[in-house]
């Protein structure tokens, strides 16, 4: 194992917080989505997996903007930040199971449609990360 000497400084890479790419991305999953269920008679599953993806993106937009404001506040708390996630996710959660369960089985969409967009925005996140932290060895 080898550890980094202690006059040395660590650098990370920048994650990339533009929503573009991602968004492109997911529009082009919902597509797919939307043709196979076509195919296989459920367009309203794409109905909701594209609202379980415009949640994702909607959630990644208040984080950021949530973010911002503890990061320029006087005195940051990570408390405040911590229960407005919670919050946000947690009823963003309830509108996913209560269309899950009241519009059976294309209300599941919303589930499939938060799952992959959460998916596509981590992969953004973190694949450019590692490729930066690659390039430092």
Same mark, same amino acid.
């Given at each position: 194992m080898t550890t980094s000497a202690p006059d040395s400084t660590s650098y990370y890479p920048a994650a990339?917080?533009?929503l573009l790419r991602p968004?492109?991305?997911a529009a082009v999953a919902t597509i797919v989505v939307l043709?196979?269920?076509?195919? +296989?008679?459920?367009?309203w599953f794409a109905a909701f997996f594209l609202a379980g993806v415009v949640l994702v993106f909607i959630n990644t937009k208040l984080v950021i903007r949530a973010v911002d404001n503890v990061a320029t506040a006087e005195n940051p708390r990570k408390k405040l930040l911590a229960l407005n996630s919670a919050y946000r996710l947690g009823a963003i959660t309830v509108l996913a199971l209560v269309a899950a369960f009241l519009v059976r089985p294309d209300g599941l969409?919303?589930?499939f449609g938060l799952a992959v967009?959460? +998916?596509?925005? +981590?992969?953004?996140?973190?694949?450019?990360?590692?490729?930066g932290l690659r390039k430092q060895l």
């Open positions: 990339p917080t533009g968004g492109i991305i043709v196979v269920a076509i195919l +296989v008679g459920h367009i969409g919303a589930m967009g959460q +998916v596509i925005l +981590v992969l953004n996140t973190v694949i450019p990360v590692m490729k």
